[in-house]
């Protein structure tokens, strides 16, 4: 299996653009799991899918994020407007099984910069 | 509040010597344990996943430990290698509300 596949890999754009990251999870995989990372807050949790269906987006920062999974091979984090202090890496994540009950497998992630 | 601790937060040993990385978290009522690696610049990567019913797990090299009780997890890597320098993370799963916390990661660094 090629794992989980992000793009792009990387982004650089104007603070008011809009942004979208995609992730295609490793097949068979029925949770999907988007993350933030940065130096100052690690490794955060944005917002996890079970069976496409979003459980938990808690960790979505404010309304300028959202996320879709329209079916089990494809998802979509949509930054609109973009800001500055939007710049981390972004990891997308699947696993087998509810929540984090299975192992959990990383993409390469994509590193946004906004300007 | 789960919280998971990881001690040391820097490494270095030199080439050849067995290790251990530690992990701690509070809140003993876990689902699994799961220790990861993260290379400069990428993504983390899965090394072991040890159930909470378990109580070690081997891969190669490396041998992860839980002590649920005591609330402790140990990653031992035997033989190191420069090619195992990179940061260690442990994560710990809650039941009840099935979010991972992350602990604070070990940069391990092999010099050759």
């Known amino acids: 299996d090629a794992g989980v596949i992000q793009s792009p890999r990387h982004e650089v754009t104007e603070m008011g653009q809009e942004v979208t990251l995609r992730c295609k999870p490793i097949?068979?995989?029925?949770?999907l799991f988007w993350y933030r990372q940065t130096m100052m807050r690690g490794l955060e949790l944005l917002i996890y899918?079970?069976?496409?269906?979003?459980?938990?987006d808690s960790g979505m920062p404010e309304d300028r994020f959202s996320a879709k999974m329209p079916n089990a091979s494809f998802s979509t984090l949509k930054i609109q407007p973009s800001e500055p202090r939007d710049s981390a890496v972004y990891f997308c994540?699947?696993?087998?099984?509810?929540?984090?009950?299975?192992?959990?497998?990383f993409g390469e992630g994509s590193r946004l910069t906004v300007l | 509040k789960q919280e998971v601790t990881q001690i040391p937060a820097a490494l270095s040993v030199p080439e050849g010597e067995n290790l251990v990385l530690n992990c701690s978290f509070t809140?003993?009522?876990?689902?699994?344990l799961q220790w990861f690696r993260q290379d400069p610049g990428k993504g983390l990567t899965s090394l072991l996943l040890?159930?909470?019913?378990?109580r070690e797990q081997t891969s190669g090299r490396l041998n992860a430990s839980l002590d649920k009780s005591s609330g402790r997890s140990t990653l031992y890597i035997a033989a190191s290698q420069p090619g195992d320098s990179a940061t260690y993370l442990c994560?710990?799963?809650?039941?009840?509300?099935?979010?991972?916390?992350f602990g604070t990661g070990t940069r391990l660094t092999i010099i050759p």
């Open positions: 809140d003993s009522a876990i689902y699994n």
């Open positions: 994540a699947s696993s087998l099984g509810q929540g984090h009950t299975g192992e959990l497998f």
């Open positions: 899918f079970n069976n496409n269906v979003p459980i938990d």
């Open positions: 994560a710990v799963p809650n039941f009840g509300n099935e979010k991972l916390t």
């Open positions: 040890i159930q909470s019913s378990q």
């Open positions: 097949s068979g995989h029925n949770s």
